[in-house]
C-alpha cells in the first residue's frame, strides 16, 4: 500500500466532506413530514420561478435516472404534490408544477428542515466561517458542472 496517497491531504479532505455530509442529511432531513427524495423535488419546484421545471431537468437536479424519477414523480401526482404539465417550448416534453397541495407540505418541511439546519450546519459555524463555506461549495459546484 501506499502510505503517502492513504495519507494525502487531499484524500482526508474529502473524507471529512463526506463523513460530515453522511453526518449532517440525516439530521436535516429528520421529521420532514415527506420522503426526504420528495423533499428535494418539492424544495427545487418551490424555488423555481413559475414553480415547474421539465421533468428530465428535473430528474437531472435530484441525481435520478429518467426511469426513476418518473416513478417517483408518479408516486407525488397520486399524492396531488405536484402535477405534470405539457412543455409549451416543447410538445415532446412535459413538466413538473408544484401544486398547492406540494405548497403546503413543502412549507411543513421546511419549518423542521431550517430548524435542523440552524442547529446542526449553520449554527456551529461563524458568519465568517459560513460565508467561507458558501464560497468554497460554489466554487466546487462551479467547478464540476
Given at each position: 500500500m501506499n502510505e503517502q496517497l492513504l495519507n494525502d491531504?487531499?484524500?482526508?479532505?474529502?473524507?471529512?466532506?463526506?463523513?460530515a455530509f453522511a453526518r449532517l442529511r440525516p439530521l436535516v432531513h429528520h421529521d420532514l413530514g415527506v420522503p426526504d427524495t420528495w423533499f428535494e423535488v418539492l424544495l427545487r419546484l418551490g424555488r423555481t420561478p413559475g414553480h415547474g421545471l421539465r421533468m428530465t431537468d428535473?430528474?437531472?437536479?435530484?441525481?435520478?435516472?429518467?426511469?426513476?424519477?418518473?416513478?417517483?414523480?408518479d408516486r407525488m401526482v397520486q399524492e396531488g404534490l405536484i402535477r405534470r404539465d405539457p412543455d409549451p417550448a416543447d410538445r415532446r416534453a412535459a413538466l413538473a408544477v408544484l401544486t398547492d397541495k406540494g405548497s403546503e407540505a413543502l412549507d411543513r418541511a421546511l419549518t423542521a428542515h431550517v430548524s435542523h439546519l440552524r442547529s446542526h450546519v449553520t449554527g456551529p459555524l461563524s458568519a465568517e466561517d459560513r460565508r467561507h463555506l458558501e464560497r468554497i461549495l460554489r466554487v466546487l459546484r462551479g467547478a464540476n458542472e
Open positions: 491531504d487531499d484524500v482526508t479532505l474529502y473524507g471529512l466532506f463526506v463523513e428535473l430528474a437531472e437536479a435530484v441525481s435520478f435516472s429518467s426511469g426513476g424519477f418518473t416513478r417517483l414523480a
